[in-house]
């Protein structure tokens, strides 16, 4: 058995308790992980605390070489890191692959956008400026971040919160999702070995429910960068011993047919967008509104592409793999069963072998069903069927989350109007909801969270602004 130690100042640390992680697929243990005390983590934070300012005063030069070696070893390693995300989360192994990809071209645009991030300066010239000075406002690390990154994406969920801001000269206590904890000490060895300084980058791990609270408190935490679900995100916004916060939350994003224009197209779309790895992603489509006639033409064309989604073994390369666990699979058997006890017609699906689930359409889904509000976070899609534009907008917004929604309609003018009645953090017209390119802002409303991602987002955040004026 395998046990993969926590590393706290660029040391692996020696503790009396592990975590078994398990493989999804097999239900089998597949390794074990520090299971860390209240003490061993206040040392993670003073290391980082100790770390912070020599690693801002090295210079962002330096910085920029080494997250471009780090970035090079993730590579070099792709195929490994790859097959322990495989066995920890049962991703499909060539969408492992495409995250570390992904991984490595965030880094390199991270750097490429601070590049282009420029001082701001004022002088009698400026408007507003009446006084002879020179002010200069320049962007300057926060200081200690917690980084707190999700099962279904541990590598580029990761690497977002933190390149950014080990970039500007922060340092971090990062704390993996328990599935993704294996990769998540593997990539923080590749930084050591890229030659980060020690404290700068440190890896906590333990179950969120026994650590999560002290991880949070800390008195050096400067800010916190969170994705997860929605009730951990609030307990954090209650407890928190930092007012500086970006959440990633929920998501129960709709897809919007104003016309019948297109739909094999468009059917096409929605499939790709609600099935793909199980459905675990915040940005799945989890439920399509049109009306009856559309309806109806466009539920065969969905149950053709959905048929046609391979379901099987990570290795294999399927869309659809065994969910995370058997409590959230247990969980989406529950809201298709709800809803077909209530009157949805199942459609497809609704089978299930432990925690694979074929993915299952469902049609005449009424908002008294449970999967109509719900997030999944599973195979499962939902047709609602409501016959004016107003009401689909209601309905829509009524949901608690609100982080995406795509809308699909031959008029850009109609579409573009419904859209601004929308209540998300972002909308789609005409593509899936999506998260990506990884240059624009990425955020959401209500329960889908709390605060701004993206790159340059994401770079403010980890930073504040110094100013500097000289009187002439």
Same mark, same amino acid.
């Given at each position: 058995m395998d046990k993969f130690k926590a590393i706290i100042d660029n040391k692996e640390i020696e503790t009396t308790s592990y975590l078994d992680i398990m493989d999804p697929t097999t239900g089998e243990v597949y390794g074990q992980v520090s299971a860390l005390n209240a003490e061993e983590i206040d040392l993670a934070f003073k290391a980082a605390k100790s770390a912070q300012k020599d690693w801002e005063k090295l210079g962002v030069e330096k910085r920029t070489e080494l997250l471009i070696k780090w970035r090079d070893l993730m590579l070099e390693n792709e195929e490994d890191l790859a097959t322990t995300m495989m066995h920890e989360i049962a991703k499909a192994y060539k969408d492992c692959l495409t995250e570390i990809r992904r991984t490595a071209e965030y880094i390199d645009l991270t750097i490429a956008e601070y590049n282009d991030m420029e001082v701001l300066t004022f002088d009698k010239n400026s408007k507003g400026v009446t006084e002879d000075i020179h002010a200069e406002y320049k962007r300057i690390a926060k200081g200690v971040g917690v980084a707190i990154s999700p099962f279904n994406y541990p590598v580029n969920l990761t690497v977002s919160k933190l390149a950014p801001g080990l970039l500007t000269g922060n340092t971090f206590v990062y704390k993996p999702a328990t599935q993704g904890s294996i990769v998540g000490i593997k990539i923080t060895k590749l930084a050591v070995e890229a030659g980060i300084p020690a404290g700068v980058l440190n890896v906590v791990t333990g179950r969120g429910r026994d650590i999560g609270d002290v991880i949070v408190t800390n008195p050096l935490i400067d800010f916190i960068s969170f994705t997860g679900s929605v009730p951990v995100g609030r307990r954090l916004m209650e407890i928190s011993s930092s007012k500086d916060l970006v959440l990633e939350l929920g998501g129960k994003d709709a897809a919007i047919l104003l016309d019948d224009h297109n739909l094999?197209?468009?059917?096409?779309?929605?499939?790709?967008?609600?099935?793909?790895?199980?459905?675990?992603?915040?940005?799945?489509? +989890?439920?399509?509104?049109?009306?009856? #006639?559309?309806?109806?033409?466009? =539920? *065969?064309?969905?149950?053709?592409?959905?048929? +046609?989604?391979?379901?099987?073994?990570? #290795?294999?390369?399927?869309?659809? =793999? *065994?969910?995370i666990d058997m409590k959230s699979a247990d969980f989406v058997t529950d809201l298709i069963n709800d809803a077909t006890s209530k009157g949805a017609t199942l459609v497809y699906g609704g089978t299930r072998d432990k925690n694979l689930l074929t993915p299952t359409l469902l049609d005449n889904v009424t908002v008294d069903m449970n999967v109509a509000w719900e997030e999944p976070f599973g195979p499962v899609l939902p047709i609602i069927r409501i016959e004016t534009v107003e009401e689909m907008i209601k309905v829509a917004n009524k949901s608690n989350f609100g982080l995406q929604t795509t809308v699909y309609s031959r008029d850009i003018d109609k579409a573009y109007s419904v859209a601004e009645q929308l209540e998300v953090g972002t909308v789609n017209i005409n593509r899936r909801t999506q998260r990506g390119p990884d240059v624009l802002p990425f955020l959401g409303v209500k329960d889908s969270g709390f605060g701004v991602q993206g790159i340059k987002e994401t770079i403010i955040s980890t930073t504040r602004y110094r100013g500097i004026i000289i009187k002439k």
């Open positions: 094999e197209a468009i059917a096409k779309d929605i499939v790709a967008g609600a099935y793909s790895y199980s459905g675990q992603r915040c940005t799945a489509i +989890k439920r399509v509104i049109t009306t009856n #006639s559309i309806a109806d033409k466009l =539920t *065969p064309f969905l149950k053709d592409e959905v048929s +046609k989604l391979s379901v099987g073994l990570p #290795s294999e390369n399927p869309i659809i =793999t *065994p969910m």
